[in-house]
């Protein structure tokens, strides 16, 4: 089995060995560390978290748009470590995951990936 080590920078930088196979979630919640969620299967967004460094699979993630994705927010109830990750964690993690879309409204590359593609035009 592998395991990475997960370091929380927002909590007291606390570290976390946890198995490369499991979504950081289930890893973190089992040891105890209080995170929110809601459908866990990475469509709410509730359990978004910043990747400040190292990487993830979060393949199976369909909450974040490229925007998103390019501040460095995972989805931790999908996203499985590929490497030693540093995160922070909960709400103070969100300062940049919301965005008031009328006031400034998203440019078509940062939208999500599968809509951000023009289509072809109807004849
Ligand atoms: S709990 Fe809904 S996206 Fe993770």
């Given at each position: 089995m592998t395991t990475y080590r997960i370091t929380l920078a927002n909590q007291n930088d606390?570290?976390?060995?946890?198995?490369?196979?499991?979504?950081?979630?289930?890893?973190?919640?089992?040891?105890?560390?209080?995170?929110p969620y809601g459908c866990k299967y990475g469509g709410c967004i509730t359990?978004?978290?910043?990747?400040?460094?190292?990487?993830?699979?979060?393949?199976?993630?369909?909450?974040?748009?490229?925007?998103q994705l390019a501040n460095g927010y995972i989805?931790?109830?999908?996203?499985?470590?590929?490497?030693?990750?540093t995160l922070e964690i909960g709400v103070e993690s969100h300062d940049t995951l919301y965005r008031n879309p009328f006031l400034d409204p998203l440019a078509p590359h940062e939208l999500k990936a599968d809509?951000?593609?023009p289509k072809e035009e109807a004849p």
């Open positions: 606390e570290t976390y060995e946890v198995d490369h196979r499991r979504p950081l979630l289930e890893s973190l919640r089992e040891r105890g560390v209080d995170l359990c978004a978290a910043k990747l400040i460094e190292g990487t993830v699979n979060q393949q199976a993630q369909v909450a974040l748009n490229n925007r989805i931790l109830c999908v996203a499985r470590p590929t490497s030693d990750c809509i951000a593609t």
